[in-house]
C-alpha cells in the first residue's frame, strides 16, 4: 500500500518546534511537557540519542511557551 507524497506531507509533524509545542499544548494541555519528556525517554529506551534530544528540545520549548502564555495572561489581567 503506497501513499502519495501529499498524504505522506500531511501525517508528519510540524518542522517548526514552536508549532509542535504548540499542538502537543492544544491536546495535552499543561502536561504537554511532560508528554514531550516521554517521548525522549522511549527514546534513549530505544537507544536514539538523537530523537531523545529532539523531544527534550521540545519539551523545553513547550515549558517555555506555556510559562510566557501565563506570564502574559497574568499581565493583561493586572
Same mark, same amino acid.
Do not use: V
Given at each position: 500500500?503506497?501513499?502519495?507524497?501529499? !498524504?505522506? *506531507?500531511? +501525517?508528519?509533524?510540524?518542522?517548526?518546534?514552536? $508549532?509542535?509545542?504548540?499542538?502537543? @499544548?492544544?491536546?495535552?494541555?499543561?502536561?504537554?511537557?511532560?508528554?514531550?519528556?516521554?517521548? !525522549?525517554? *522511549?527514546? +534513549?529506551?530505544?537507544?536514539?540519542?538523537?530523537? $531523545?534530544?529532539?523531544?527534550?528540545? @521540545?519539551?523545553?520549548?513547550?515549558?517555555?511557551?506555556?510559562?510566557?502564555?501565563?506570564?502574559?495572561?497574568?499581565?493583561?489581567?493586572?
Amino acid at each position: 500500500m503506497s501513499h502519495s507524497p501529499k !498524504s505522506e *506531507k500531511t +501525517l508528519q509533524p510540524p518542522q517548526n518546534p514552536r $508549532a509542535l509545542a504548540c499542538l502537543l @499544548i492544544e491536546r495535552f494541555g499543561e502536561r504537554a511537557g511532560a508528554y514531550a519528556m516521554h517521548q !525522549s525517554l *522511549k527514546a +534513549l529506551a530505544r537507544g536514539d540519542q538523537r530523537e $531523545a534530544a529532539r523531544w527534550r528540545w @521540545i519539551s523545553e520549548i513547550t515549558h517555555e511557551t506555556l510559562r510566557f502564555d501565563l506570564d502574559e495572561a497574568l499581565g493583561q489581567a493586572r
